[in-house]
């Protein structure tokens, strides 16, 4: 029997006009644009960035490992659930999946733009435009807006601006304008996420440290492995920083990084805090041991982890969520099925039902689905 499966992670491909036509006039004549470039195929140029967003990998989900290539795909090649969504939902039923939580792609490079200004007004029009797009069947897409987070004051607007177009959480940028997030000046903006119910993701790609910017040792594929780094960083400064201390409420979900490593990245932060942090101090003392606010706090998603499902008992399963990635290249679709079956046999009922479903329905609080 195909378990019930709603997937955590999956994302739109922006159409040509979604920052064009739903931008604010100040910033519209720079709003981000998909053009033809002979040899990289289809691509999103934005202002202000040295490299376009090539529409290769972002919608390979299902092709064989020997057709994936970055460069010359056209925008009316891939997936059209990317931005119908009416064949979205078609392309959930072929992967057995009831409902997605909807990140951005073109979104996710943004995050990492040196103008704050223009960030904020790319992410305002891609929440207009998103609220749109979920209209079509609000129990099955479930959008997160994004915020530029130049301030903590500047947040708490976006934070609100979100919850009024009914998008149902936040993809955070990996990296805000003034301190770093384990700063307590962000206390009123935690407690607005707290009050309004919308959860904080932060997605892999969009930290300025592990977004492919620079080059990586060795061959181009260990860069792959490093992505999953920025997540992780900012985990720990949200837990060792005392965020969760003084915020003990609140949800923050560690996106597309995997899970697996999960259980010694807790035992390896309570080795810290026990036997350094007299002479490493963490942003504050803490009255429990780390691993027990990432247990409590911290959700994460992963698609392809073999290992998450094999230590499930060494983290709390009720804070993991499976995802499919859909429509990326590293998606599972539309395979999904018959993976989870090999992947999840060792699990009780009570434990697949939770990691595939029960988790992220209630973490966005889905009663429709």
């Known amino acids: 029997m195909t378990p019930r499966c709603i997937s955590a992670d999956s994302h739109i491909t922006e159409p040509p006009q979604t920052y064009s036509d739903f931008m604010g006039p100040q910033y519209r004549d720079r709003a981000p644009q998909l053009r033809y470039v002979e040899g990289l195929g289809d691509a999103f140029f934005i202002d202000g960035l040295e490299r376009p967003v090539p529409m290769g990998l972002v919608a390979a989900a299902g092709k064989p490992a020997e057709e994936i290539r970055i460069n010359g795909v056209r925008f009316e090649e891939i997936h059209p659930g990317g931005w119908d969504p009416r064949a979205r939902l078609a392309e959930q039923d072929q992967d057995g999946v009831l409902a997605e939580i909807i990140y951005p792609t073109v979104g996710m490079v943004l995050c ?6 223009y960030k904020k007004a790319c992410f305002e029009g ?8 979920c209209e079509a069947a609000p129990d099955r897409l479930i959008g997160l807006g994004q915020i530029s987070m130049r301030s903590p004051e500047d947040g708490i607007d976006e934070l609100e601006s979100i919850a009024a177009l009914g998008l149902r959480g936040v993809m955070m940028p990996g990296n805000p304008q003034q301190e770093d997030y384990d700063s307590k000046i962000y206390a009123p903006f935690w407690e607005k996420s707290i009050e309004l119910g919308l959860p904080l993701s932060f997605h892999i790609l969009t930290d300025r440290n592990y977004a492919f910017q620079t080059e990586p040792r060795g061959p181009a594929m260990n860069g792959f492995l490093s992505i999953v780094r920025g997540c992780q960083d900012v985990m720990g400064a949200l837990v060792l920083g005392g965020v969760f201390e003084r915020h003990p409420d609140l949800k923050v979900v560690c996106a597309e990084a995997d899970a697996g490593w999960v259980p010694h990245y807790m035992y390896r932060m309570d080795h810290a ?16 041991l780390p691993s027990e606010y990432f247990s409590e706090n911290i959700y994460t998603t992963f698609q392809d982890d073999w290992v998450a499902f094999q230590v499930a008992d060494l983290m709390n399963w009720k804070r993991l969520l499976w995802a499919n990635d859909f429509p990326h290249s590293d998606s599972t679709w539309p395979w999904s099925q018959q993976m989870l079956a ?14 595939l479903y029960q988790n992220v329905k209630q973490l966005y609080r889905l009663e429709g689905v």
Do not use: C, M, V
């Open 342 to 355: 090999e992947h999840t046999q060792h699990l009780t009922e009570a434990q697949r039902d939770a990691i």
């Open 273 to 288: 805090y026990k036997r350094h942090r007299y002479w490493l101090p963490a942003g504050q003392e803490l009255s429990k």
């Open 126 to 133: 891609y929440n207009r435009w998103l609220a749109e797009y």
């Open 112 to 117: 990492n733009h040196p103008d704050f200004d």
